[in-house]
């Protein structure tokens, strides 16, 4: 999937005001949490993750591996939050035009 910057800025503004729906914990990315991550981002299209490391290398894996299994796009990191885009079949986010 590639977005135009348009379209990036439009879905950062829309992600400005929600918070974290899935938080990972000490077990790390497990098969739940990604389930938990899939089910959120088919509901919703637009999600926070929380990535509670300080390991930068760690985070960025993790991150990696969450787009990989997700098909999800990658929106950008902010501290230890990742955003994450899909777009589901309902459409829910109107983007603009590229």
């Not at 089910?39 to 299209?45: D, L, P, V």
């Not at 999800?72 to 994450?84: E, N, P, S």
């Amino acid at each position: 999937m590639t977005l135009s910057n348009k379209q990036k800025q439009h879905l950062k503004g829309l992600a400005h005001s929600i918070k974290p729906v899935v938080q990972l914990g000490n077990n790390g990315l497990t098969e739940g949490v990604l389930a938990e991550i899939e089910g959120a981002i088919n509901h919703h299209e637009l999600i926070k993750v929380k990535v509670p490391t300080d390991d930068k290398e760690e985070k960025a894996l993790i991150i990696d591996a969450i787009v990989r299994e997700t098909g999800a796009f990658k929106l950008q990191t902010i501290g230890h939050v990742v955003v994450l885009y899909k777009q589901s079949e309902d459409k829910k986010i109107e983007l603009p035009k590229k």
